[in-house]
């Protein structure tokens, strides 16, 4: 009695070889795309964290050498979008203290300054409530106090 011959195991063996060579480049891809996205949302979180970091150092000095020397509610937005893809809306808010004297009998009247920086990449000001439903949205605040003793 003659056994027939098997025919077939290799090609079975080199579609599995196949799919699990296409499974692994495709989780490959997956992981590049998923680190790339990752990079770039890293890259827009500094941008606005610096555009912040220059919205408050513009606000104080709108605050000590500007226009903003008495400021209260006052709001700037600036764009910063041509260079870096930002807009930073900065809030001023003062307060005046009687701190001591300055000469016997004369209060000395001291201003403690609130600045408030949102930087952001929406389309015209900061917070972008529209614009915070995208994935590529990113936001950054900064706030800092100083008075001008």
Not at 36 to 62: F, M, N, R
Not at 105 to 129: E, F, K
């Amino acid at each position: 009695m003659k056994r027939a011959a098997q025919r077939g195991f290799g090609a079975i063996a080199a579609i599995v070889v196949l799919v699990v060579l296409a499974v692994f480049a495709a989780a490959i891809v997956r992981i590049g795309s998923s680190a790339h996205a990752d990079t770039a949302q890293s890259v827009l979180s500094a941008k606005a964290s610096q555009a912040a970091a220059a919205g408050i150092e513009w606000g104080l000095y709108q605050a000590f050498k500007g226009s903003w020397t008495a400021c209260a509610g006052t709001s700037q937005t600036l764009d910063l979008s041509a260079s870096t893809g930002m807009h930073v809306t900065v809030n001023c808010n003062s307060t005046t203290f009687n701190e001591g004297e300055s000469a016997p009998g004369t209060p000395r009247v001291v201003r403690m300054y609130t600045l408030d920086a949102i930087a952001c990449n929406g389309t015209t000001s900061c917070p972008d409530n529209t614009a915070a439903t995208s994935p590529t949205y990113v936001e950054r605040r900064r706030q800092v106090q100083a008075s001008d003793s």
